[in-house]
């Protein structure tokens, strides 16, 4: 199985800045895994925010670009999403995901909850 804690979220004013971090752990995690993060509004279907893979190469959806960045420590089994210039649509439940390869659904955290509102 594969454990994923994650961390971080919180309220925030817009403009400010926030850092998740979700620690993966279990017999069946690799470090060859891609990690990555999604949040899901209420009223819309769960979204791809980052992800990175092992050669630390990343996607990010446009709407995040030159403000949020995703990056792993593979010693520690941690992958962190810092987010900059938070603005009130990025409010949602953020969820990290760890998946063997891009055709599988891969593992879920629980979820934490990111507001940005003055």
């Known amino acids: 199985q594969v454990q994923l804690v994650e961390s971080g979220g919180g309220l925030v004013q817009p403009g400010g800045s926030l850092r998740l971090s979700c620690a993966a752990s279990?017999?069946?995690?690799?470090?060859?895994?891609?990690m990555g993060w999604y949040r899901q509004a209420p009223g819309k279907q769960r979204e791809l925010v980052a992800r990175i893979f092992t050669d630390g190469s990343t996607n990010y959806v446009d709407s995040v670009k030159g403000r949020f960045t995703i990056s792993r420590d593979n010693a520690k089994n941690t992958v962190y999403l810092q987010m900059n210039s938070l603005k009130p649509e990025d409010t949602a439940v953020y969820y990290c995901n760890v998946k063997r390869n891009l055709m599988t659904d891969g593992y879920w955290g629980q979820g934490t909850q990111v507001t940005v509102s003055s």
């Open positions: 279990g017999s069946l995690f690799s470090i060859n895994f891609i």
